[in-house]
């Protein structure tokens, strides 16, 4: 998935828009994605709020719930929620790897 290669490219950085995005999407398109990036966006919400450095400098252990980093934002016939929430829990294995390595 772009935003998993987007954090591995960038050491963890979380991005900050689609902008940011969009070179990783154009990879997909050619494996059935939606047509255009606008289209994708209009079916998955990426929480482009979140924050590695404040969520993974605290004790997490603290924090209550896991962030949703990725929703659905309508139906997607190729993609369940089941795999959107696999997607959330590898994100922030890698990102929790990448800071405690730090």
């Keep these: ?16 828009g689609w902008d940011d995005l969009s070179p990783h999407y154009r990879k997909y398109q050619n494996l059935g994605w939606s047509q255009s990036l606008e289209s994708h966006q209009e079916m ?24 949703q980093l990725v929703l ?3 139906r997607w016939p190729d993609l ?5 929430d696999e997607i959330n829990r590898l994100l922030l294995a890698m990102l929790r790897s990448m800071y405690l390595a730090e």
């Design 72 to 74: 659905l934002k309508s």
């Design 80 to 84: 369940h929620a089941e795999e959107v």
């Design 1 to 16: 998935m772009m935003l998993i290669e987007f954090v591995q490219e960038n050491q963890g950085a979380w991005p900050s």
């Design 44 to 67: 998955v919400d990426v929480d482009f709020t979140f924050d590695p450095d404040g969520y993974f400098g605290e004790d997490t252990r603290k924090n209550s719930a896991s962030p």
